[in-house]
């Protein structure tokens, strides 16, 4: 990535500390070696000039004692390759040559050098997955003995990833480029990166020696193998100390520390690989439980260009895993051909768009083509590939029938059974009558009639049972009885809206703009969740308008709240009211016996208002430490205080959950950065863990919580990004999220489960004709036990593969019953090794049942051969 001043690379400061404890060391250790990784990192998205291929193959001919490792996005090579095939095909060679071939080393071949830390688990694997793919394609002697970036690309979970792609190492450093964070400084020469399911990895961290370099916001003292650097690695016993700077792609320098007159001698360059083969000590007793707050790393959260972008990326991310898992079940119940060829043209646009840049530099490039723009383009190929998917397996799936009437099939893409509110379309010749949901045996299903807020079109609500991985069918008729009771909301005296389920009852006073004055869970012993005491209120809106008078919120002023829907299954407010002049529109959305309360919010903005900490005009500058949108205390905050005493905050990761060590997550220098990421939730209990409340958010951002600051969702921040760029408003903010109030600590209550709920809904779709009776109602795998996700389930041929991942369950195995034949099963590594048999047993009609022992948050992959339905 081509950004900042790239000067200060060649200019690394003395250390006085430091130098008092190593000078008198050194007559000493000068003899002694150090080692260096140079190499190029980008690619044809981010920066490679066409005369780059050319470059690298005659510098490492020129410099026989020159080694490099490569992270160059993997579609580079395609396009090298057109433009200058004798320069691609010299380099190509090089892979193979005795002279050159253990000088080259592709330490990061996942697709687009994502952050990882910023996305799905499951987009995690697939960027591997594409990306060796492709540079296998192009270099096909390529191998991968360590993983290693010069961004900060990394996340918890990365152990166990690595090894099953058969990485053995790992580098956990990314001296050169930090300006969107880097890791904790931690231990020695190496450690045992351990993942949070217990996988181990050799690593080279970033030393606890390796200090953030003076006078610079994006470098460590790492960067350049200084004299002081590699004394002071030296002087803590490190035997081996290295640096690095992966250059990028476009310098014109060759070996890096040719150009730095102040690099220690001796230095020798290696490959990761050699280091750790032939360099590094063999063993460490140093088991490092890196954390996602040991990832210290900070974008522009809460601008609306990377909401935006956010947004966009989760909602592919969502869309694509539904719709293989949908394909997966037409493949097997109906004979339909697994569209591998379509997902293989989705899953890269929606891989490049979560390219580091896109989320680190969304301005880049010329108007109209830049990397926000991109990712519109890339994620609308996503959906678009998804969308017509989804469409494709449910006509598969529909069966024959004679046309008898108007049915509903629902399908759940989820290894758990869900009985939740779905709402669809009423058919066109049913708008108007009085009509009713019947299941498959005839039963009245709890329905009501809506229009839908945006088009106006009836829509028929009702609740929907569905087995995992499955689907069920109902059918509309004629003749509805009278609505049933349930859920109500009524107008208080005092001008409240009071929202009964059987589940919660909740208050807004609309004098304080909607806030919600009391949230009381009916069924966790009448548990009140509002803290009444708090100087703010439940789900108010407010932040720092700088150019506007300080601090506005929502609460201000008084809104009105329309009631669009009243049950009996559900209820739905508008609360309609504004924030410094701005107009805003709330909805808020209970359903019976819905556990997840969802919210929404939309701020129609006038202009570009300044939100945030304000930066004086002409003060930004690259090199300093403190930056606004570091700042969350004073962005736009959805904030929820909270009745829970000693409060404790867990949160999600990709194929991860932590307990926060955090007493606050608020810092405003680049030198404190400190991980306040909110992925998909983030969860706040009492001390003692009886009770809690779970955040759920559409997209990656950030999240605030102190202790004495409420939790707070980072909605809106317009001022000064990185390297001056003004983060503009630009249009309406449009965000939703959702509560969910809680007994017991997350895992106890199903967070995660709830979570995997709200990214993938179950799908409906309108039938004209009646189903088979024995194909209205399936579910093609079932997990007994709690805790499994299944994040995947793809088809090969007549083979079926299916990922899961222990997320709430303990160890004790887990029994997968797949509703088919199969004729033997594996465990199968992301690289397609086999990892160990698994014994199929049979239950009385036929189906497959494989018993699976894994650890929390253990990732494994089975693989069914030649499968086939049970009749």
């Not at 050799?202 to 960067?223: C, F, H, K």
């Not at 539904?322 to 569209?339: D, F, N, Q, T």
């Not at 890269?348 to 108007?367: A, E």
């Amino acid at each position: 990535m081509i950004t900042g001043s790239k000067k200060s690379f060649f200019n690394v400061p003395l250390l006085a500390s430091v130098f008092m404890l190593t000078a008198v060391l050194c007559n000493k250790v000068s003899a002694q070696t150090a080692y260096f990784i140079d190499g190029y990192h980008g690619g044809i998205w981010g920066h490679f000039p066409d005369w780059n291929t050319k470059f690298m193959g005659d510098q490492l001919r020129s410099h026989p004692n020159w080694k490099i490792n490569l992270e160059i996005e993997p579609e580079t090579w395609d396009d090298a390759k057109k433009k200058d095939s004798a320069a691609y095909n010299a380099f190509r060679a090089l892979f193979t040559a005795d002279s050159t071939k253990d000088r080259i080393e592709y330490v990061n071949p996942d697709y687009a050098q994502s952050y990882l830390f910023d996305i799905e688990g499951e987009s995690m694997i697939r960027q591997f997955y594409y990306g060796i793919k492709m540079v296998k394609r192009h270099f096909p002697t390529a191998t991968f003995p360590a993983y290693s970036s010069e961004e900060p690309c990394f996340t918890s979970a990365l152990p166990q990833i690595l090894t099953s792609y058969g990485f053995k190492y790992a580098s956990l450093k990314n001296p050169n480029t930090c300006w969107g964070g880097y890791t904790s400084a931690y231990g020695g020469e190496i450690v045992n990166w351990v993942g949070p399911d217990g996988t181990k990895i050799i690593t080279s961290p970033r030393y606890a020696v390796e200090a953030l370099q003076p006078g610079s916001a994006w470098q460590t003292i790492a960067s350049g193998n200084s004299d002081m650097f590699i004394k002071a690695c030296l002087a803590a016993g490190i035997k081996h100390p290295i640096g690095m700077t992966i250059q990028d792609a476009g310098w014109r320098y060759g070996p890096i520390l040719a150009h730095n007159g102040g690099a220690y001698q001796p230095t020798e360059y290696t490959t990761w690989g050699n280091y750790f083969e032939n360099i590094a000590i063999k063993h460490t007793d140093d088991d490092w439980k890196f954390t996602q707050e040991d990832v210290l790393v900070s974008l522009v959260w809460g601008s609306q260009i990377l909401q935006r972008i956010a947004q966009e990326v989760r909602y592919s991310e969502n869309r694509i895993i539904s719709a293989e898992k949908l394909a997966a079940i037409a493949k097997v119940y109906s004979g339909a051909a697994y569209p591998q060829g379509a997902f293989d043209k989705a899953w890269p646009t929606l891989l490049l768009s979560q390219h580091h840049d896109c989320w680190i530099v969304p301005y880049n490039g010329r108007n109209g083509s830049t990397w926000a723009d991109k990712v519109v383009k890339w994620t609308g190929n996503t959906d678009h590939i998804a969308d017509s998917v989804i469409t494709q397996a449910s006509a598969q799936l529909a069966g024959g029938g004679a046309n008898t009437g108007e049915y509903i099939r629902v399908y759940n893409t989820l290894g758990v059974s869900r009985d939740e509110q779905v709402a669809v379309n009423v058919p066109e010749g049913l708008k108007g009558k009085n009509i009713g949901v019947y299941t498959s045996t005839g039963l009245l299903v709890p329905s009501q009639i809506v229009s839908d807020s945006a088009t106006a079109v009836p829509q028929i609500v009702f609740k929907a049972d569905v087995p995992s991985i499955g689907y069920n069918t109902y059918q509309l008729k004629l003749k509805r009885p009278a609505p049933e009771k349930g859920m109500t909301v009524t107008v208080l005296k005092n001008g409240n809206y009071k929202i009964e389920s059987n589940l919660y009852s909740i208050t807004l006073d609309p004098a304080k703009g909607g806030a919600i004055t009391s949230l009381v869970a009916k069924t966790l012993n009448g548990k009140e969740f509002v803290d009444k005491n708090n100087l703010r209120s439940f789900n108010e809106l407010r932040g720092n308008f700088y150019n506007d008078g300080g601090f506005h919120s929502t609460a201000d002023n008084p809104a009105t709240i329309t009631i669009l829907e009243q049950g009996p299954e559900r209820v739905k407010l508008q609360i309609s009211g504004s924030i410094d002049n701005n107009p805003f529109t709330q909805w808020l959305t209970v359903a019976q016996d819905q556990r997840r309360i969802d919210l929404r919010v939309k701020i129609d903005w006038k202009g570009n208002p300044g939100i945030g900490e304000a930066t004086p005009p002409n003060t930004y500058k690259a090199t300093g430490l403190k930056k606004a949108f570091y700042n969350d205390k004073e962005k736009l905050l959805a904030m929820f205080p909270l009745n829970l005493k000693g409060q404790k905050v867990y949160k999600n990761a990709p194929f991860d959950v932590l307990q926060s060590r955090l007493k606050n997550t608020f810092f405003t220098s680049w030198d404190s950065i400190k991980n306040n990421i909110l992925l998909n939730w983030v969860d706040v209990t009492d001390g003692s863990d009886a009770y809690g409340m779970a955040l759920l958010t559409d997209h990656t951002g950030n999240y605030a919580h102190g202790e004495d600051f409420p939790l707070g969702l980072t909605l809106e921040y317009s001022g000064v990004g990185l390297w001056g760029r003004n983060y503009k408003i630009t249009g309406p903010t449009d965000v939703h999220y959702a509560l969910i109030p809680h007994a017991g600590k997350w895992d106890q209550s199903g967070i995660w489960t709830e979570g995997t709920k709200w990214n993938e809904p179950l799908i409906t779709e309108v039938l004209t004709s009646a189903p088979p009776a024995a194909k209205s109602y399936r579910s093609m795998i079932k997990v007994n036990g709690r805790g499994l996700d299944i994040t995947a389930l793809n088809a090969n041929g007549n083979d079926l593969a299916i990922r899961v991942f222990n997320a709430e369950g303990d160890t004790s195995p887990k029994t997968i019953i797949f509703d088919g034949k199969a004729d033997k099963a594996e465990l199968v590594e992301l690289d397609g090794d086999k990892r160990a048999d698994l014994p199929i047993q049979k239950d009385v009609a036929g189906r497959t049942m494989i018993k699976l022992s894994l650890p929390r948050f253990g990732v494994r992959t089975i693989k069914l051969y030649n499968v086939v339905k049970v009749e």
